[in-house]
């Protein structure tokens, strides 16, 4: 905020000064000091890393042993399109990979999953100074939140993992051992196409895999799949007993891999819009080498093939993930190896999202292939991260489900699940109705695929224009049997909803705060939910829903929906009040020609108007 005025304040005596000059000087000094700043930091940032010792850490209490250790990986990502064009692209990044369960910090360099840090906020949480300088503690971060279903920060990859596993019906102690190949956080931004995790029996041989596919709208698909051998053993396998110590305290003990076979290969099919040029069905293989043996990270070593098979069983694209040196164990590097590695390192994978932009827009504007609409996401797959609005209405919507099958007559059960974006919970309702063994009961299940879902359910004027616009397939080329809410019965679901619902009309009490808000809708037609809202929930639940639903109906109006739109006209607007202000304090003569007096005085009014504007809207808006 001080900022803004500020800045504001330079623009605004530049244009009363006459000078043209005046207030583009100030701008470019602006500029020159935040770039100078910037500097100032990285380099105070980097000098950290560089000058602290890289011994690891264990940030656990019990000893542990783990396969393998924390390595850098610079790797080269080649890209092949055969059908039904030829392109092809490369581009190189940097993976970290880490032992599954292992809590540790290498000095500044690299921390992985350090409990002290704040590296992420709860969903809908903005940006904090806490955050910012937990971020430049370490020029590389790697934590569980980013992995598998997001959310819970508080576990370790180890934990996230089990978890994973029994929700696919797998035992996660056929797995003792893992490693997890991925790209790290820098100063909190990261761009992951593909995450790999390696699965390693009780023998140390890889077993299986898991994929975690990120599109680039912020959707992803975490898959599951066993492996097999696909070559004979290599040739000069690990000693078996091999063994080291990663900390001085000999808390961690690291053991080899002991892979079977040189190659090992994996099927799944694709059930996410990756590409904005595929379709979301297909068949994909993929062909492993074990990340863990030194043959692997040859130039010319095959470190993972991916390759996309149309329908018809024709080859329409590969890729091929190569080494572009041998895999860097950070403990062991000089000072003057980092300082290298990283000014050659860092950048690319800062720009692996402009990269891939770049190469699509080419394609599609050159005239070779059309981009394809996204589609919604199919179950199993996570969406884009939620924005506070939809999370705070999730609860209005679930209240309602519950209201629903509450009183609806027969026995039902109806399983819940709430957009995978930002929970994992299960919900089961059960109608009052319900008794014995459960023979009887009917059951359905319901799942929206989006977080949008929860803005777009409260526009609706009935239940069944939101069922039929919701449940209808939206034909879009890529997935043309796409849904945006997935629903196991249709038929009953629509039962158990549209069954009338005896409700108490809704008194406006003029006494009551919440007679404001909803006095906004009594020039429109009320949703279903605002019907719901106002004749069964606690005045607090009816300021807070009204609330919400009136800011977004105007973002909708206004804005085309879009959040980030209104905070441009926010800032516009507050751009405009900080002129009247200023226009207001100057309006008696020249503030430039009135001595150091009357510029202090003129200041110092200005920043006390803009505080005190600040404090009533900040009062007011705990009432509208």
């Known amino acids: 905020m001080v900022v803004q005025d500020l800045a504001l304040l330079l623009v605004y005596l530049g244009h009363k000064s006459h000078i043209p000059s005046l207030w583009i000087t100030a701008l470019g000094a602006t500029v020159g000091v935040a770039i100078i700043t910037s500097t100032i930091i990285l380099s105070f940032f ?178 599951f799949m066993k492996v097999s051998r696909v070559s004979d053993p290599p040739l000069h396998p690990p000693e078996s007993t091999q063994k080291e110590f990663l900390d001085h305290s000999y808390q961690v003990r690291s053991l080899p891999s002991r892979p079977q076979s040189t190659f090992y290969k994996g099927v799944w099919t694709k059930h996410i819009f990756a590409s904005v040029f595929e379709k979301v069905d297909g068949l994909v293989t993929n062909r492993f080498m074990d990340p863990l043996q030194p043959a692997s990270w040859k130039p010319n070593a095959s470190f993972s093939n991916m390759t996309t098979i149309a329908e018809s069983g024709e080859v329409k694209m590969v890729t091929r993930m190569t080494c572009r040196e041998p895999a860097i164990d950070p403990t062991q590097m000089t000072s003057l190896q980092l300082l290298k590695f990283l000014l050659h390192w860092t950048v690319p994978g800062l720009l692996t999202t402009a990269h891939i932009v770049f190469q699509a827009l080419l394609i599609h504007y050159t005239g070779l292939m059309k981009m394809y609409v996204k589609t919604p996401v199919r179950t199993g797959s996570v969406g884009r991260h939620a924005t506070q609005t939809e999370i705070d209405l999730e609860g209005f919507f679930r209240a309602y489900l519950a209201s629903r099958v509450e009183k609806y007559p027969h026995p039902v059960e109806l399983t819940y699940l709430p957009c995978r974006s930002f929970s994992t919970e299960t919900i089961t309702l059960r109608s009052a109705a319900c008794q014995g063994d459960g023979s009887s009961i009917r059951r359905v299940s319901i799942e929206p695929t989006d977080p949008g ?59 009551k705060e919440t007679s404001h808000i909803w006095g906004r809708y009594r020039a429109n037609t009320p949703s279903f939910m605002d019907d719901f809202v106002s004749s069964r929930s606690s005045d607090p639940s009816r300021v807070a829903y009204f609330s919400i639903v009136s800011k977004r109906r105007q973002i909708d109006r206004f804005a085309f929906g879009s959040e980030t739109l209104l905070g441009i006209y926010t800032f516009l607007g507050a751009c405009l009040v900080r002129w009247v202000v200023l226009e207001f304090i100057t309006r008696g003569g020249d503030v430039l020609e009135g001595g150091i007096e009357m510029a202090a005085v003129g200041l110092v009014g200005y920043f006390l108007s803009m505080r005190g504007v600040g404090v009533v809207g900040g009062w007011k808006g705990r009432w509208v």
Request: aromatic share 10%.
């Open 46 to 223: 980097l000098i950290r890393v560089l000058l602290r010792t890289r011994q690891l850490v264990s940030l656990s209490d019990e000893p542990q042993t783990v396969l393998g250790k924390p390595l850098l990986f610079p790797m080269i990502f080649n890209h092949t399109r055969f059908v039904p064009v030829k392109d092809q692209f490369s581009n190189r990044f940097l993976a970290v990979g880490v032992p599954v369960g292992l809590r540790c910090r290498i000095g500044n360099l690299l921390a992985v999953d350090d409990p002290t840090l704040d590296l992420h906020g709860p969903p809908g949480q903005g940006w904090s100074w806490t955050r910012t300088l937990s971020h430049l503690s370490c020029w590389f971060s790697f934590d569980s939140e980013r992995y598998l279903h997001r959310g819970d920060h508080q576990l370790d990859l180890r934990e996230k993992l089990d978890g994973f596993l029994r929700d696919q019906n797998q035992d996660p102690a056929q797995w003792p051992y893992a490693y997890l190949l991925g790209i790290p956080q820098f100063l909190g931004w990261s761009r992951s196409v593909v995450s790999w995790w390696y699965l390693y029996t009780a023998d140390r041989e890889l077993d299986a895999m898991i994929l975690e596919i990120n599109n680039s709208y912020d959707e992803k698909r975490n898959i």
């Open 453 to 511: 879902f929860y803005t777009r359910i409260v526009n609706y004027p009935d239940i069944e224009t939101a069922l039929n616009t919701e449940l209808h397939p939206t034909g879009l080329h890529a997935d043309p049997s796409s849904q945006r809410l997935l629903v196991s019965d249709q038929a009953l679901l629509a039962s158990i909803l549209t069954r009338s619902l005896q409700t108490k009309p809704f008194i406006l009490d003029s006494k």
